[in-house]
């Protein structure tokens, strides 16, 4: 699941801290865990990455952490298709708006970004009149690996 790695360590930090959020030792590795990713983490791997530089992080803080970030608009819950059940995963909140394609068959994440998208965008605003606060795409379908390995894609 890799991401895009535009953002400077240490955003989420600042971006807290100037809304006039307290900064916990605990809050800053949870928030370094985050923004380090190099793919979607649920909650349960973030506690374990958060865990390995603090052992005393638990569970209820990486949540109420989520729900802060959440809250001020910081980082996105995605499904992902539900691909694995029912887990959710995070990511910061891209500067750029991006569409999640995910293999059916083995699971593997991309993420895509265009000019086309946002100008599709900009038209729904203009022709539904409607201010768009999130966008949230997933497209569903087989990656270059998987389709490669099958000549009958219809089976899964």
């Known amino acids: 699941m890799p991401l895009p790695q535009t953002e400077a360590p240490g955003r989420l930090v600042a971006e807290l801290l100037s809304r006039g959020v307290r900064m916990t030792r605990q809050r800053r590795t949870i928030l370094s865990v985050i923004e380090t990713a190099s793919q979607h983490l649920d909650a349960a791997q973030i506690l374990r990455r958060a865990r390995k530089l603090d ?15 959440k809250r001020h608009g910081l980082v996105d819950e995605l499904d992902l298709l539900h691909l694995e059940g029912e887990k959710h995963y995070y990511e910061r ?39 768009i606060l999130v966008t949230r795409v997933e497209i569903g379908g087989y990656c270059a690996k998987c389709r490669g390995n099958s000549t009958d894609l219809r089976s899964v």
């Open 93 to 131: 909140h891209p500067q750029r708006d991006h569409l999640h394609m995910a293999c059916v068959r083995c699971g593997k994440i991309l993420e895509f970004e265009s000019d086309l998208f946002e100008r599709l965008k900009g038209q729904i605003q203009r022709d539904c009149q409607f201010h």
């Open 55 to 69: 052992p005393g992080i638990d569970r209820v803080t990486v949540y109420r952490t989520i729900r802060l970030l």
